[in-house]
């Protein structure tokens, strides 16, 4: 079945025979949900799961009757049950509803056509999804995609699914099937490009933003994360036409605003980096980045140090887990002499042990603050993870010829 296989593993599933009656109930059901009539659709689904409690497709179309009728819970609580269920017999949902469809549809492909089903199932993980039942919305994609395998709208929404789950394996290879169908189909092409932007492979990720602005230049967050992209190569020109495409295009976004902050940073254009943090934390005054950016900027055109140091503060303030937050802010107070650097070293060594240059000035702290052994340390490691660095081996040196601490 193509894909198949790549959705589950394996090509066939251990299902249980559906008999001709129960077959004919079915489809009957199936085709009164397809023409609308919910509420008999769902009290025929439910007739069956109580003649037959091991029934496995009534119930996952009693959970989608629930999702169109706005009982999100209640449809994504009936997923989970019975992918439980089903799991106790070593299999999983997917392989088993696509199984059991895919062998009713060949018994009767009249009474309920495909395209129709599967647009059903599409609209069931939509739902899902769109309530913030993330992985619920995964099994439906899924399923919808077993179901139509070489249909690249479905397999662009599992893959868009996968990875908001960070299911990046599994999503890396729906989207390949995806493009693989469809060249040229927008979504799969972007949402392939954020996924090796997540991974780091950002060479690839740039090759098919390329292509995603080519074929909707009007995408405003593309736009924008392609010049993410390219800031991170250090393309800045670049980048910065495509966010300020960005900007152009949703004059309000916030994180459009933060990337042109860091292209300008990146630039040495202070000023412009300081109109862009602002105006960005002006439209959410809860993103860290913008905080971190704004003191970096703010720093290089010498302000005042004590509205530096707030600006950091309220970076790790909003997100303690930046820890190049903790490091800068670390670094301004041990150019004040306050012994509460440490601190802020300590956190970003924890966060991120290997940011460049931590231990270096963390151990240059630790030495000119009279703690030679603490200093020794961090400096033998930093000399150690990066003996190239010439600032590092003299400090060392300057440590080890320092007379130890009373």
């Known amino acids: 079945m193509g894909i198949f296989g790549k959705l589950f593993g394996k090509d066939s599933a251990q299902t249980r025979a559906i008999s001709p009656a129960t077959a004919t109930t079915l489809l009957s059901a199936l085709s009164m949900h397809l023409r ?3 509420e008999s659709a769902l009290a025929s689904y439910a007739r069956m799961v109580a003649e037959d409690p ?5 119930p996952f179309f009693a959970a989608a009757v629930k999702a169109q009728n706005g009982e999100m819970e209640e449809a994504a609580q009936g997923l989970r049950e019975l992918s439980s269920r089903i799991s106790e017999t070593g299999e999983n949902i997917s392989r088993v509803i696509v199984v059991e469809l895919t062998n009713l549809m060949a018994d009767d492909p009249v009474t309920v056509r ?21 992985r619920e919305s995964a099994v439906c994609f899924e399923i919808a995609a077993g179901f139509a395998p070489d249909n690249p709208h479905v397999l662009h929404k599992l893959g868009d699914t996968l990875h908001d789950l960070r299911i990046y394996d599994y999503a890396e290879s729906v989207l390949q099937e995806a493009l ?17 932007q997540d991974l780091g492979r950002i060479d690839e990720a740039i090759s098919h933003y390329e292509t995603a602005v080519k074929l909707v230049p009007t995408h405003a967050a593309c736009q924008n994360n392609f ?18 495409t960005a900007l152009e295009l949703e004059p309000n976004a916030p994180l459009v605003k933060i990337n042109l902050g860091y292209i300008y940073l990146l630039k040495q254009d202070f000023a412009a980096a300081r109109k862009s943090f602002s105006g960005a934390i002006e439209l959410n005054d809860r993103l860290a980045p913008a905080y971190f950016g704004l003191a970096s900027a703010e720093k290089a055109l010498e302000s005042d140090p004590q509205t530096v140091r707030e600006l ?7 997100n ?4 190049e937050a903790h490091h800068a802010l670390a670094n301004l107070l041990a150019s004040q002499d306050d012994p509460q650097a440490l601190t802020y070293y300590a956190s970003a060594l924890q966060l991120n042990s290997s940011l460049p240059n931590l231990r270096r000035d963390y151990g240059y702290a630790f030495l000119h603050l009279g703690r030679r052994d603490e200093a020794l340390e961090q400096l033998k490691l930093a000399v150690m993870l990066n003996p190239e660095d010439s600032i590092a081996r ?5 440590a080890q010829g320092a007379p130890s601490e009373a």
């Open 180 to 196: 693989k169908y469809a060249p040229y189909h927008f979504g799969a092409h972007y949402t392939y490009a954020v996924l090796l």
């Open 54 to 58: 091991n029934d496995s497709l009534a």
């Open 114 to 134: 495909r395209p129709a089903l599967n647009e059903l199932l599409v609209s069931f993980g939509d739902l899902l999804k769109k309530e913030g039942q993330t």
């Open 394 to 398: 003299d400090l060392l040196a300057q």
């Open 36 to 38: 609308g009539e919910l």
């Open 227 to 244: 010049g993410a992209a390219l800031l991170r190569a250090n393309r800045l020109d670049e980048a910065l036409e495509h966010c300020s």
């Open 312 to 318: 950091y503060e309220k970076a790790i303030e909003v």
């Open 320 to 323: 303690p887990a930046i820890p």
